[in-house]
Structure formats: C-alpha cells, structure tokens
C-alpha cells in the first residue's frame, strides 16, 4: 500500500514525521509525547489502543518519533537506509546511524510493535540503544582540595 505523505521520507525530514506522531497522540488519544524516553511508555499504550487500525500507516511517524527520542538523548543521526549496510530493508527508508558502524532501526522496531506488542517493548528498544549514563562528577570544591 503507498501512503500518501506530506513530505519525502529523508534524513532532513524524520523530526517532522516524529512531530506529526506527536500531534497525533495528543489529538487522537490526548496523550502528551515530549520525547522524553518516558514517554515511549505512553506511546505503547497509545499504540495499544489506536494503532492497529492503520498499521502501516503509524510506522513512519511514529518511528520517526522513538527514533528522535534516541536522537535528542545524544545516541545517533539519521540516515537514508540505502546509503548504509541495512540497505534493502522493504520499507523502511530511514535507520540510525549510532557510530561505529552501528545502526538501529526505529521504523521497523514500530511495524513488530504495531503488529505483536510481545514482539519487544519500544521502552526497552531506547534501553538498548541509549547511551550509557555519565560517570557522577565530584563537585568542583572537592576537585580543588583533592578529595
């Protein structure tokens, strides 16, 4: 099924598929999505409640949206799928290039979502591919007095 989109799939344009997700949950389910990693546990259950509906549909901006949440935690830059190794992956036209050579794939982790939510928790798909959390710094009096 082609969907009829407002703007090309591309790198540049995935915050605007997450903002339309968004928009949406707030409109549909008045849920608040404020790419918080919180928040992806209210995206399931939005999900839960409204997305099966229109699966093919949710997975763009949607995906879009748990993929901005990993973005804005600082882990990953969007990417055109067929300029990286996950190249021929049907469907899904954007991946996360996480570094290193690593690469996730937010649309696709939706679509499984959408279609078995006991296929694997978006919640848990962020703390895979999240960054691990800073060492705790010492206050700076304790830097300058060497304890």
């Known amino acids: 099924m082609a969907l009829d989109l407002p703007f090309p799939p591309t790198p540049e344009n995935a915050p605007r598929f997450a903002a339309i997700a968004v928009d949406a949950a707030l409109g549909v389910g008045n849920v608040v999505l404020d790419y918080a990693p919180s928040s992806l546990a209210r995206l399931e ?5 409204h997305g099966a509906e229109r699966k093919e549909a ?9 993929g ?11 990417r055109a ?11 899904v036209p954007l991946v996360l290039d996480l570094g290193n ?11 499984k979502y959408c279609a078995s939510p006991d296929a694997g928790s978006l919640v848990r798909f962020f703390d895979v591919f999240s960054p691990p959390p800073a ?3 010492r206050p700076w009096w304790r830097r300058l007095l060497g304890g």
């Not at 259950?45 to 409640?49: G, P, S």
């Not at 901005?68 to 969007?78: C, F, I, K, N, S």
């Open 45 to 49: 259950a939005f999900l839960d409640a």
């Open 58 to 66: 949710v997975v763009l901006p949607f995906g879009c949206y748990v």
């Open 68 to 78: 901005e949440v990993l973005v804005r935690a600082g882990r990953g830059q969007w």
């Open 81 to 91: 799928t067929e300029e990286t190794p996950l190249r021929g992956l049907e469907g």
């Open 101 to 111: 050579g690593d690469y996730c794939n937010p649309l696709g982790r939706v679509r």
């Open 135 to 137: 060492p705790p710094r």
